[in-house]
């Protein structure tokens, strides 16, 4: 029999009242959890990717192990990944439960928080399962495959708002984005007149192939496609016939803007100070350069119209000329973001490091601090303090939806003569300068524009408060909302829940 103090006696009371506490012991901080240091106990849902490095995290002896942490338990839905996860975790002399199934993980009372870091079709639908749960959750970015869905994540964080959610656009963490935001907002460069980000990175063909591709061995494709349409394979890259190459695919993917490009928009529209949606988007764009099986665009242009000024974001798959992998440089970077004002602007690197450059490019000053590696340091802290100060998830959502928005567009468009893009550009000159830098540099790539015509999207309304998308066509603006990248809800038994509309029982 325990023997309890009466103060241990009152903190047990008070966790058993749903009071948030913060003490070394994870048993009164957290439900019923904690190991027997008191670290938090961490499962692992997908690391096959991003999630491996979560995973060196919480391995003893790692270089990278986070203090205040353990990983307790893994899951993945590929055999072949679970077992390099396994022998991982027993090298570093750890024995933790194993699972191929979420859910299942979910259920343990042996697990107080999760990293979900499966693919993006699976990051909503997880995060509000764990949240359900009672456990705490970093998500990868971006939060969610489509708008509705991540608006859902976010109802579900505030529902159940006795757990962590945490969403890992990193750069939040960077303290010298932060102080050139400051610098911004001080109004000592003038005023801001546009925000521009750049995801130039390699990505070349994955291949063509015909018809249906095998699912590898030991993996549940079941689980794997969760809320997506189980359909089979249909690419066969370097990376196998279902592993990362993902990305290029709408049922999971939404192309570079929702896998690199997330972390450079969220930069961009911190940079804005923009509180939510934009007032509309246009986008354009193509696959050029090669034809393989990936549907998704390699260089896409999308303008975004705010309040506070307008955001253009390129995405470029292609180098600088044709057969070269070094990429084009836009105002110092490749990967980054650009603050213009009147007297000058900042650049924001990859890695979240921050200089404000005057208007010929002489450096005015570098912002110092940390850079984005802090991010994963804070969910720690998050989970100490039960207080969420970098990485907020509807601030994630906002970010996810406008790469979600820019695909809509591109996604509702059709096939134009270059004229025709021109035209439809013509009366934004951030855009205009995007659309013939664009052109440079798909003529450096060899890539002829009246063989293989760009798809224009329709420059699209923003209803805000409701997340839609309207145009005085109705038969454009049902076929933006019916767009599976604006809703969609998920093929049972993996349904997306309706937070808003009450469907779930109450915490």
Known sequence: MTTWTRKEF????????????????????????????????????????????????????????????????????????????????????????????????????????VVCAPPNHQHSIITIAALMAGKDVYIEKPLSHN????????????????????IGTQNRSSEQIMHAIAALRSGKYGKLKWVSGTCYKPRDSIGKH???????????????????????????????????????????????????????????????GAKGLPQSVQAFGGRFGYRDDAETPNTLVSVLNFEEAPLIFEVRGLGRK??????????????????QCEHGYINVGENGGAIAYDNDGKMLEKFEGSDNGAHRKNWIKALQSRK????????GHYS????????????????????????????????????WRTLDHLKANEVNLDETKPIVGPLLQIDAKRELLVHADQ????????CPIRKRTGRAPFVVPDIQAGSVAKA
């Open 10 to 113: 009152l903190k047990a009371s008070l966790v058993a009242g749903g009071a948030a506490l913060l003490t070394r012991n994870r048993a009164f901080a957290i439900g019923s959890g904690g190991s027997a240091n008191g670290d938090v106990r961490i499962g692992i849902i997908g690391f096959n990717a991003q999630g491996w490095g979560h995973l060196q995290n919480y391995l003893p002896g790692s270089r990278s192990k986070l203090d205040g942490a353990v990983l307790a338990a893994i899951c993945d839905v590929d055999d072949a990944v679970l077992a390099r996860g396994r022998d991982a975790a027993t090298k570093a002399g750890l024995k933790v439960a194993e699972y191929k199934d979420y859910r299942k993980m979910l259920e343990s009372k042996d697990i107080d928080a």
């Open 147 to 166: 708008i509705w869905e991540g608006r859902q994540a976010v109802e579900a964080a505030k529902k159940y708002s006795k757990n962590i959610a945490l």
């Open 210 to 272: 015909e018809g249906p591709q095998p699912v590898p061995e030991g993996l549940d494709y079941d689980l794997w496609s969760g809320p997506a349409p189980l359909t089979p394979p249909t690419r066969n890259g370097p990376k196998g016939t279902v592993h990362y190459d993902w990305h290029w695919f709408w049922n999971y993917g939404g192309g570079d803007i929702s896998n690199q490009g997330i972390h450079q928009m969220d930069v961009a529209r911190w940079m804005l």
């Open 322 to 339: 044709k057969g070269m992998r070094a990429m084009d440089v836009y105002r110092k970077s490749s990967i980054g973001v650009v603050a």
């Open 388 to 395: 969420v100060e970098h990485g907020i998830l509807e601030e």
């Open 400 to 435: 996810t939806s406008l790469c979600h928005l820019s695909n809509i567009s591109y996604l509702t468009g059709a096939e134009k003569a270059n004229a025709q893009l021109a035209d439809a550009v013509a009366s934004n000159l951030a855009a205009k300068e995007a659309y």
């Open 475 to 482: 038969v454009v603006a049902d076929a933006a909302n019916n």
